[in-house]
């Protein structure tokens, strides 16, 4: 009997896989409501958490490896994540919203993104004693804030109604444009590896990185969500289009951006973002669309799996000394991370509060510059850089090569970004929680929540105006009326 009953038994990671990965976003959807307004927890921390438990290196029932696992794998499921929420996020931005909000957005990605890139870099420098290539490949890996972890924090929950509109709003904002615009920091740091001169390495960066990859990414973007829009409302009108395949229009139309940007060779990130940008510019989809939560879906879904993957992938064995890499040590890690998780936006933002509009108060740019998480994104401009490193293409080798010129580069940017990311899913997952509770213990007794962390009103120092910090109008039910 047992002999018949082991012949009909398939347990292969990849069954088990199914198996562990429904079971978590089943318990997950079933108790969402109490893990996220009472647990104050989002998705990724406890997807990632499955994922190393169930991972390799603890019960070894998910396991990449023995599914034929290369590096292209992660590569491109890092793509498609990224790209579906990047999307989503210029999808779900109010109407026109960029017309009126380009400075505080802009201040973001320019001046405290370089300040994010260079100082990290500095940090990876001087602790783990690269040479500064390396470094600002490392940190421009981390240097953008990830529209996945971004999403989980700010999506509609009991805390983020706590949370001024135009802060979440220039937060969004930015987790969609940064991952893109961490393209010119990437490249300037691959190409000084490479050892141009001066002047072919400005050259090379400014044409090929800033006007093709970036400048005419979200340019090609935007035109396609633009007409994409136009015709999705000539097949509405007609009746062309059934509803479920309204609603597929949405992800379709994201995946088609990320094809056409890598095909291309562009910047498909700001593809991406550009073409949610302007397939949404004018409110239109969002009214259509506002009962299906189509983002949430997809946090749930895809972005959930992608952090399973993730700590199933973790390179923990990389995280000790090795003969390629003697000075990465757990210690150094860790010092590296909270070196990182303190100085790598807050000072910055903090500087910069009087010049970015949209933060009001100091206690929100403290706010806006710890809510920075480093993420999937992340995992992919790794994977990017250590394939320009092996190939000189955009493609990388299944696994980093055994002898190559760059070899300690490439064996050195990948476990750091991993610890990295690991450890800022967990902090940043993890902060609605610690804020939750340091405001309820804050309160005199009599004016704390019945129950533990269950506050509801605006955030302590946050301007607050009209009951709930809103800096748009909601959309308008009629279609035409111009947005001011």
């Known amino acids: 009997m047992g002999s018949w009953l082991s012949k009909q038994l398939e347990p292969t990671s990849a069954h088990l896989t199914y198996v562990v990965l429904s079971l978590f976003l089943l318990c997950y959807a079933y108790f969402s409501d109490f893990i996220r307004n009472r647990l104050h927890l989002s998705e990724p921390p406890l997807a990632l958490l499955v994922g190393i438990i169930f991972g390799p290196m603890a019960l070894d029932v998910v396991d990449p490896e023995s599914w034929f696992w290369q590096d292209t794998v992660t590569q491109e499921f890092a793509r498609v994540v990224v790209c579906l929420q990047v999307f989503s996020v210029g999808l779900e931005l109010p109407k026109a919203y960029f017309s009126r909000h380009w400075r505080s957005v802009g201040m973001l990605l320019v001046p405290v993104m370089t300040f994010s890139w260079l100082i990290t870099a500095g940090f990876v420098h001087a602790v783990l004693r690269t040479d500064w290539s390396t470094a600002l490949i490392i940190s421009a890996c981390l240097a953008p804030t990830d529209p996945v972890l971004a999403a989980a924090v700010l999506q509609e929950s009991r805390f983020s109604a706590r949370v001024p509109r135009r802060i979440k709003h220039m937060l969004s904002a930015e987790s969609g444009c940064n991952d893109g615009t961490s393209f010119p920091f990437l490249y300037a740091g691959l190409l000084m590896h490479q050892g141009l001169s001066t002047g072919n390495l400005i050259k090379e960066w400014f044409t090929a990185t800033i006007l093709w990859q970036c400048i005419l990414g979200l340019l090609v973007g935007l035109v396609l969500g ?42 498909d990130f700001l593809v991406a973002f550009g073409a949610g940008t302007g397939f949404a510019w004018d409110g239109w989809f969002a009214r259509k669309t506002r009962e299906a939560h189509l983002p949430n879906i997809l946090d749930l879904l895809l972005n959930s799996s992608m952090f399973v993957y993730f700590g199933a992938i973790i390179p923990w064995l990389d995280f000790v000394p090795r003969d390629i890499t003697p000075l990465i040590t757990p210690g150094k890690l860790v010092g590296l991370l909270v070196l990182i998780l303190l100085f790598r936006r807050i000072p910055i933002v903090l500087l910069l509060k009087p010049l970015i509009p949209d933060i009001r108060t100091y206690r929100e740019a403290l706010f806006c510059g710890h809510f920075g998480p480093m993420g999937i994104g992340g995992l992919f401009l790794a994977m990017e850089s250590r394939a320009r490193l092996e190939t000189g293409e955009s493609i990388p080798l299944p696994h980093p090569p055994k002898h190559h010129p760059f070899k300690v580069a490439i064996e050195t940017i990948w476990p750091v970004v991993c610890f990295i990311i690991l450890g800022s899913t967990f902090v940043h997952g993890c902060s609605v929680a610690a804020i939750s509770l340091g405001g309820h213990y804050m309160r005199d007794k009599g004016e704390r929540a019945p129950l533990l962390a269950a506050e509801e009103e605006g955030l302590d120092g946050m301007v607050h105006e009209g009951g709930g910090g809103e800096s748009e109008p909601s959309v308008s039910e009629d279609e035409d009326v111009s947005w001011y």
């Open 226 to 267: 633009h007409y994409a829009n136009r015709a999705l409302r000539i097949a509405e009108r007609r009746d062309w289009i059934d509803p479920a395949s309204f609603l597929a229009f949405y992800i379709l139309l994201a995946l088609l951006a990320c094809g056409i940007g890598s095909t291309l060779g562009l910047d």
